[in-house]
């Protein structure tokens, strides 16, 4: 299974761009690197996904090098409502089917953006 | 379009009861999902399924049961609590493809063993 560490937590400050690197040395062919994005008391919702290269949508980019053995979420211009804990999770979306799971969330990137 | 919701948002138990969670989302997925939250920590999946009539267990099964009869619904039950088992459940689902795997989470359900 695909081992992730990302920092405990991170700050920063309204309007600046928020990088948060996750790190998976032994990430399988068929992972994929999903983050997700938890408020107090709520479920987590899903921000972006992705395989390799980089992707982007209305509110984050993923970028992955061409190794894939790290993956960085990009938040732009971040403002107070981004506050939150930030999920990496690596893994393979088909070993459910297979009867086992390799989808793993880790402990997590507490952020907290400041005025 | 409700989601996923769960049902109850709260619960206090005495240690040996018994208690069933139950899941339900609107959105014909075929994949379910229960997981556990503890303070301070990721998300650690229970079981799951792939499909009405089928579960498979998580990372930390043990304790828990599982059944989907409806595959709107999705219960997870506790035939005999222990105080290890004081945490925040999670239900998700999601679609069934090979590739993506975006999760739908519910608002969680707050569970108490004393």
């Not at chain 1, 399988?28 to 980089?54: E, H, L, M, V």
């Not at chain 1, 990009?74 to 070993?95: E, H, N």
């Amino acid at each position: 299974l695909a081992k992730t560490t990302q920092p405990i937590s991170m700050d920063s400050y309204e309007g600046q761009e928020v990088n948060i690197t996750c790190s998976h040395n032994n990430i399988a062919t068929n992972d994929y690197i999903t983050w997700y994005q938890q408020f107090p008391s709520q479920g987590p919702r899903f921000i972006i996904q992705g395989y390799k290269t980089k992707v982007t949508n209305e509110v984050a980019s993923l970028f992955i090098p061409a190794d894939r053995k790290s993956s960085t979420l990009s938040l732009p211009r971040v403002s107070l409502s981004d506050t939150a804990v930030y999920y990496c999770l690596v893994g393979d979306p088909s070993s459910l089917s297979g009867g086992y799971n390799k989808l793993i969330f880790g402990a997590g990137t507490r952020l907290a953006v400041h005025p | 379009n409700a989601g996923v919701t769960q049902t109850p948002k709260f619960r206090v138990l005495k240690t040996g009861q018994s208690m069933t969670l139950l899941c339900a989302q609107d959105m014909n997925h075929e994949y379910m999902y229960w997981y556990r939250q503890d303070p301070g920590m990721g998300l650690r999946l229970i079981h799951y399924s792939v499909g009405e009539g089928t579960t498979a267990k998580g990372e930390v099964p043990d304790g828990y049961n599982v059944s989907r009869l409806k595959k709107q619904n999705f219960l997870l039950g506790l035939e005999s609590a222990a105080p290890s088992q004081t945490s925040v459940y999670f239900c998700a689902s999601s679609y069934s493809t090979e590739s993506e795997n975006e999760q739908y989470f519910g608002p969680g359900t707050r569970l108490t063993v004393t």
